[in-house]
C-alpha cells in the first residue's frame, strides 16, 4: 500500500474517543491529512466534548449529529449519513475504533464503497453474541482491510477465525497510550480529595450494560450489594444516563456513603480510579486501565473479551448477585496491593506503530 494522502477517522462513543487520541498525535507527525468525523452517537457535552478537550483531540471536521435510537435506527443514521461523505472525500483508509454501533455502521460504508478500512482494537471476543458490542467486533473485524490487535490472544482469535496473517498488526493496546499520557495530570488532580475519600479506602462503580441496568430486578440486585459495599467503605458512582434514569424508575436515593454523581471526564475518572481501592464495573475499558495500574476490578459479567485482564491482571469476573458481588469486594479490599502485571505491547507506542503502518509500512507481528 502506498502511504495515504487521507485517513479518515469515525468515532462515536466515549470509549472511541479514547482510542482516537493517540492515533490523531501520531498521525498529526506525518505528512497525512486526518479527518476526524463524530457520528454524535454520544451527544451529552459530559459525554463527548469534556472527553475532547482532556484528551487533546482536534474538533471533529463533521458531526454528523445521529443521537440516540434503537441498534437498527442508530446503525442506519450513521450510515446514512456518511455514506455520502465517504464518497466525496474517498479517503485512502477509513479507520474505526473499537466495537460501538458508530463502529460497525462506519465499516459497512466503507465496505461497501470499496475503501480501505482498518480496526483499532481487533480480535477481541467474548464469544457472547447477546452483546450487541460482540455483533459490532465481528462486522468490523470481517470487514476489515488492515486489523490492530491490542492483545496477542486477540491476534490468535483473528489467526484461528481465518485472517490472513498479513492482514493483522500487534500493534498493542492504545487505551494505553492515553492512560500513561494522562497519569501525570491525573495524579495532580486528586480527584479522590475532592470527593471527600481517602486514598485506597474507597470503591469506584460504574454500570451500564443494558443485561445489568434494564431489567429492575437487576439494577435492585446491584444497587443492594452497593449498599453493602459502602457501609465498609465510601463508594463512589458516576452514573451514566442510560443507568441514572432507570435508578430513577426505581426510586433509588443515594445514601451519605454511596455518593452518585453525573459521569466524569477522562481525567477525573483516571484520578479516581488510580487511588481507588477498588473498581466495580461492567466496563471495557475499566477492565484493562485498572490492570495496567495493579487496581483490583470486579467485572460484573459472565464474560469477558479481555481475558488477559482476568489471567494476568487484576480483574475478576462476578455474577450479579448480590451476596457474590459483597463477598468478592470484601476479599479485595482485605487483600494486600499486587504488582501491576507487564502486558506485552501495553507500553504508549500503539498509536505510534498504527501510524507506521499506515504511513511507513511498518509490520508487528
Ligand atoms: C455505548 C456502546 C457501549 C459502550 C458505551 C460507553 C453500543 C452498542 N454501545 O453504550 O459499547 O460501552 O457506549 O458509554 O454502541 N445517552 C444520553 N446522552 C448521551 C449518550 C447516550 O443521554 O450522550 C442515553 C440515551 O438515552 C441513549 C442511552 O444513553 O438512548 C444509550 O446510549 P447509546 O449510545 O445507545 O449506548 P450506550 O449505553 O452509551
Not at 476490578?297 to 448477585?321: A, D, F, M, S, Y
Amino acid at each position: 500500500m502506498k502511504p495515504p494522502a487521507l485517513v479518515l477517522s469515525v468515532v462515536g462513543a466515549r470509549p472511541n474517543f479514547i482510542k482516537l487520541a493517540p492515533v490523531a498525535r501520531a498521525l498529526g507527525q506525518r505528512q497525512v491529512r486526518h479527518v476526524i468525523v463524530h457520528t454524535g452517537q454520544h451527544y451529552d457535552a459530559d459525554m463527548s466534548d469534556a472527553f475532547f478537550r482532556d484528551l487533546e483531540i482536534p474538533e471533529p471536521d463533521f458531526n454528523l449529529a445521529v443521537g440516540s435510537g434503537s441498534h437498527a435506527q442508530q446503525t442506519a443514521a450513521v450510515m446514512e449519513r456518511l455514506d455520502p461523505l465517504c464518497s466525496e472525500l474517498r479517503p485512502d483508509v477509513v479507520l474505526v475504533y473499537g466495537d460501538v454501533n458508530s463502529t460497525a455502521a462506519a465499516a459497512l460504508v466503507a465496505a461497501k464503497l470499496g475503501l480501505p478500512l482498518g480496526h483499532v482494537e481487533a480480535g477481541l471476543r467474548s464469544r457472547d453474541r447477546t452483546m450487541p458490542e460482540e455483533i459490532n467486533r465481528i462486522v468490523a473485524d470481517r470487514l476489515s482491510d488492515i486489523l490492530f490487535a491490542p492483545s496477542r490472544d486477540g491476534y490468535d482469535n483473528l489467526l484461528s477465525e481465518g485472517i490472513p496473517p498479513q492482514r493483522i498488526q500487534f500493534v498493542g493496546n492504545i487505551m494505553i497510550d492515553s492512560l500513561l499520557r494522562a497519569l501525570p495530570a491525573a495524579r495532580q488532580l486528586d480527584a479522590s480529595s475532592r470527593h471527600g475519600v481517602r486514598r485506597g479506602e474507597y470503591t469506584v462503580v460504574t454500570l451500564h450494560r443494558p443485561s445489568n441496568v434494564d431489567e429492575p430486578g437487576v439494577l435492585q440486585e446491584l444497587l443492594r450489594a452497593l449498599s453493602d459495599i459502602a457501609a465498609d467503605r465510601p463508594v463512589l458512582f458516576p452514573v451514566h444516563p442510560r443507568t441514572s434514569r432507570r435508578m430513577t424508575a426505581l426510586g433509588f436515593q443515594a445514601g451519605a456513603r454511596v455518593q452518585v454523581f453525573e459521569p466524569v471526564p477522562y481525567l477525573e475518572m483516571l484520578s479516581l480510579v488510580m487511588s481507588a481501592g477498588l473498581v466495580v464495573t461492567d466496563s471495557g475499558g475499566l477492565q484493562e486501565e485498572t490492570t495496567f495500574l495493579g487496581i483490583p476490578c470486579l467485572t460484573v459479567r459472565p464474560n469477558t473479551e479481555r481475558p488477559i485482564t482476568c489471567t494476568e491482571g487484576t480483574n475478576k469476573l462476578v455474577p450479579p448477585h448480590r451476596d457474590a458481588i459483597v463477598s468478592a469486594a470484601r476479599a479485595a479490599l482485605a487483600g494486600t496491593a499486587s504488582a501491576a502485571p507487564t502486558i506485552e505491547r501495553w507500553d504508549g507506542s500503539a498509536g505510534e506503530r498504527i501510524a507506521a503502518v499506515l504511513c511507513d509500512g511498518a509490520r508487528f507481528d
